[in-house]
């Protein structure tokens, strides 16, 4: 299996700050990667595909970026609703795997 | 509206059996690869299972291959996920996932139910 790795594990920002959020697959995954961000007590919402494609209704301060085996997720000005923890999924080969996780807190 | 509606979750005790349904609505549910996607208290992510569009491929992850079985029944637009021989580290919320794009067997998930817990305790 293609083993994710995150960093950090936690991050802690501000509203308005700029946050980057690091993701590291064991092996190339091309651009086969994703990112989700979930709330307590909700299932996970797909924030970015394709390594840097914004899903429709996510705001533009979301974008990604990377291709083979590192990326990155970045939101240019934190907004309240974006404290979330935020996780990276490669879609390369089965089974599709993710992350640890990212806890974006204040 | 897209819908998936998970539901069966319960209390079971270790070597027990369990069966989990998702209901979905809105979209061509035959026309798509389905994954059961599951959350372990204060974990990640694992995907468990897929199953192709009319049923007749299906994939597991090695912690669970011989003990579930995913199938579907796309007259009633429905996924099911049959879990045998549970033991405690199958506690977790399972979560019912489309795959973003039809035509890929592998893809990001982009409708998610809002799970059902599945508690293994004596």
């Known amino acids: 299996d293609i083993q994710m790795t995150q960093s950090p594990s936690s991050v802690s920002a501000s509203v308005g700050d700029r946050v980057t959020i690091t993701c590291r697959a064991s092996?190339?995954?091309?651009?086969?990667l994703a990112w989700y961000q979930e709330k307590p007590g909700k299932a996970p919402k797909l924030v970015i595909y394709?390594?840097?494609s914004l899903q429709s209704g996510v705001p533009l301060r979301f974008s990604g970026s990377g291709s083979g085996t590192d990326f990155t997720l970045t939101i240019s000005s934190l907004q309240p609703e974006d404290f979330a923890t935020y996780y990276c999924q490669q879609a390369n080969s089965f089974p599709p795997t993710f992350g640890p996780g990212t806890k974006v807190e204040i | 509206e897209v819908q998936l509606v998970e539901s069966g979750g319960n209390l079971v005790q270790p070597g027990g059996s369990l069966r989990l349904s998702c209901a979905a609505s809105g979209f061509a549910f035959s026309t798509y690869w389905m994954y059961w996607v599951r959350q372990a208290p204060g974990k990640g992510l694992e995907c468990v299972a897929n199953?192709?569009?009319?049923?007749?491929?299906?994939y597991y992850v090695d912690s669970v291959k011989g003990r579930f079985t995913i199938s579907r029944d796309n007259v009633k637009n429905s996924l099911y996920l049959q879990l045998n021989s549970l033991s405690d580290e199958d506690t977790a919320v399972y979560f019912c996932?489309?795959?973003?794009?039809?035509?890929?067997?592998?893809?990001?998930?982009?409708?998610w139910g809002h799970g059902t817990m599945v508690t293994v305790s004596s």
């Open positions: 996932a489309r795959v973003f794009r039809p035509q890929f067997r592998m893809d990001a998930f982009d409708v």
């Open positions: 394709a390594a840097s």
């Open positions: 092996q190339d995954i091309n651009n086969w």
């Open positions: 199953i192709n569009q009319d049923g007749s491929a299906e």
